[in-house]
């Protein structure tokens, strides 16, 4: 009898045992399962990346850090560009198609950035002509802005006519703000006929009219006191509320006050 007591008491403690076992093992089955889709969610989900990689991102916008093939292009540039006739020798033309022309991307675009820092009209207009005919090349605002910047520094007409028809054969439009930093541009390097015709292509813009963008034309206006007017009535039209602050007629009468 104390033996069969012994078995039965062995067998319950067995069974409680097992009863341990599978609520601990069923415990642990939630926690294993989210780390498992944890897993298949990670293998799954695409690293993160920077806004600097967004695809949505201008790739004319991120930094453009220039590596050893891009340092020894522009040096090269540079020199073949001295050569006589200027920016049309033969050893240039030949560079081109054989070295530039075989420049990874982000090369490409930190040579030409690098150009227009410096103002190097001739060679900025030919490798703006190459990243035009890329397989990678994406119609840009930011890229056509920096362009017409720095053709606005240097006062050059004809190249800024054929950067201008480019940028409105493929249909890139500029947004409010960068049409008033471009107008006044070309009203500080004195260009004030494409100026005006900027300006009036901001003026039929689909996008709605931003006041900031007038006041800084017109700040860019004061020498050109019948042109400012023109504008400054446009600006009083789309915005009856606001106030244009007219400069003195004479800087000499500001000088006057401040005379001791």
Known sequence: MAIRTAAVRSQMLSRLRAHGHHRRLLQTLPCAAAKSAAEVDLQQRPCSTSAASSPSL???????????????????????????????????????????????????????????RQDHVILSMKIYGVVRKEIWYRPDMYFYRDMLYMLARNKKVEETRQVWADLKSEEVLFDQHTYGDIVRAYCDAGLIDLAMEIYEDMRSSPDPPLSLPFRVILKGLVLYPALREKIKQDFLELFPDMTVYDPPDSLSDVDDEFKF
């Open 58 to 116: 201008s790739i004319w916008r991120r930094k453009k850090e220039m590596g050893k093939e891009g340092l020894m292009a522009v040096a090269q540039l540079k020199r073949l560009a001295a050569l006589p006739p200027a920016g049309a020798h033969p050893r240039l033309e030949q560079f081109m198609g054989s070295h530039v022309s075989r420049l990874l991307r982000t090369d490409l675009l930190a040579v030409l950035a690098e150009l227009l």
